[in-house]
């Protein structure tokens, strides 16, 4: 059986712009696969081209196997795209009733279905308040469940998570995976590394339209080759920076303050740098040789300054991220 979303080399321009370039990507069944890139990397245009609402300048795009299927295959998809967008005088029960009978539920089994998700999210006590009561992470719920009332085989999310807080971002991401366990397949787009190095089976970063690797997180892990050491501190740092400035023992830092991410210099030994940090009065209370984090290849990748533009939310999102 084919994966269920194919990207075959896909491009588009808008007015002379690129924003997508031969790219391909492939999703397989019952996984959680994540889109990654700064803002402006053509995240947007590319899941809008696999939803068949933008036609690709060239390659092709297939849905359970068949060319341009986004259209065709509506009511296996559920999508929820980077504007958000609900009936703002509509009541919430209503709204979530009459999207899910657009693809062809009924409305006996909309209605409870909408009932049972309004009381899985939390929102239970809301279902006849207008939309426009709510406040913006639970209208972004309530959209969410919108997406998925009528049991898609396939979620594709754009920019899920962004606007909302800790609480609601854990609650949706916890649904998420209860999603995939039962075998559907979810992909969704993020410029929140962290996300993604919880969530996805599988992953691929795009830039300026291209990408630049893809894979399992381990396979993405692994091309990135050295050895990583996490430091945190707990309370006096001594000399630690004067240390991680010493390009005999630190290649590369990611300084988050109280902890940092280092890369050794070839040939440096992990307990060196240890004993150099307490002789300095480093007080630590953490120092774990580890793989390198999403966040770190994905900033040696696209570079520090689309990094932190990502980070913040910055950059050129817009119809073309």
């Known amino acids: 059986m084919a994966d269920p979303v194919i990207v075959d080399r896909v491009t588009k321009r808008f007015a002379g712009h690129t924003a997508v370039e031969a790219l391909s990507l492939s999703v397989p069944s019952g996984i959680i696969y994540g889109l990654l890139g700064p803002n402006g990397a053509g995240k947007t245009t590319t899941l809008r081209m696999i939803m068949d609402i933008y036609e690709p300048d060239s390659g092709t795009v297939r849905l359970f196997d068949q060319v341009g299927g986004g259209r065709t295959n509506s ?35 909309a209605r409870a279905k909408a009932i049972e998700w309004l009381e899985r999210l939390g929102l239970s006590d809301w279902r006849m308040r207008k939309v426009s009561d709510l406040s913006k992470g639970m209208q972004q719920k309530v959209q969410f469940i919108s997406t998925v009332l009528h049991d898609p085989d396939l979620v594709i999310l754009d920019e899920p998570f962004s606007g909302l807080d800790p609480v609601n971002s854990q609650v949706l991401r916890d649904t998420v995976v209860d999603y995939r366990r039962r075998g559907k397949t979810v992909l969704f787009s993020t410029h929140i590394m962290e996300h993604a190095e919880k969530l996805c089976d599988r992953l691929c970063i795009i830039a300026r339209g291209k990408k630049l690797i893809d894979g399992t997180l381990a396979e993405v892990k692994g091309t990135h080759g050295g050895k990583h050491v996490i430091v945190a501190f707990d309370g006096n740092q001594g000399n630690a920076r004067q240390i991680f400035a010493d390009r005999r023992l630190v290649a590369k830092i990611q300084d988050f303050g109280q902890q940092a991410e280092l890369e050794l210099a070839p040939g440096a030994d992990a307990q060196e740098v240890l004993k150099a940090l307490v002789d300095s009065g480093a007080r630590l209370a953490r120092f774990e040789l580890a793989s390198p984090s999403l966040h770190k290849i994905f900033v040696d990748l696209v570079g520090p300054e689309a990094a932190t533009a990502a980070a913040t939310g910055g950059g050129n999102g817009g119809s073309r991220a």
């Open 75 to 109: 009511a296996r998809i559920g999508y929820l795209p980077e504007e958000r967008g609900l009936y703002p005088r509509m009541r919430v029960l209503d709204v979530l009733v009459f999207l899910a009978e657009a693809k062809g539920v009924s409305r006996r089994s």
